[in-house]
């Protein structure tokens, strides 16, 4: 008798620990929930970063392309009727120089007492100061400049002269990714050939 006397005074007990074994489960399942979506996040974020890097590294292949097989004359580089492609320190139409003598391959040197033009936030907001690209494939439209660097030797391994120099130009793209989340800039230095 006293074995179920005692069985009968604990009826409220199992339903207690069930309460609180679903109130450790409801907690678990939450906190689980809550990881899976900062899981999304991160993986949402580290897709548009990844778009925004490809982007950029697009743009700069198709600039490197487009300016190998372009002509560009010294009256470009000096805006002397230099049409459409005017390379100035105002970077109009995202063509850039910030220097002196540039037609003259033994005088030419950029002015480094100015920022470089990259770093100056209404170059990539002013329209007329930079270019873009609408790249392939995604909702991303690239930006870009290109500057002007002087002269080098064609051939490093012989010192610059009348016969053995070439231009330098500088291009700096700029992307951002699908809903802003990731922001890119590359660049790169192309030796005319």
Known sequence: MKEIGSFNNQKGALLVVVLIMLVIISMLGMSTIGTSSLEMQMSNNSRAQQASFEAAEYTLSWV???LQNSTISNANLTNNNCGSMCFDSTCSGGYC???DDADSWNQCEIDDSDPDPYTEES???TSGNHMTLAIPNSNITAKYIIEFRCYTALDPTLEMDV???TRVFRINAYTVGTGGRARTMLRSTLKEL
């Open 123 to 125: 170059i990539w907001t």
């Open 97 to 99: 120089f910030r220097g």
């Open 163 to 165: 016969t053995n120099f």
């Open 64 to 66: 490197e392309n487009n």
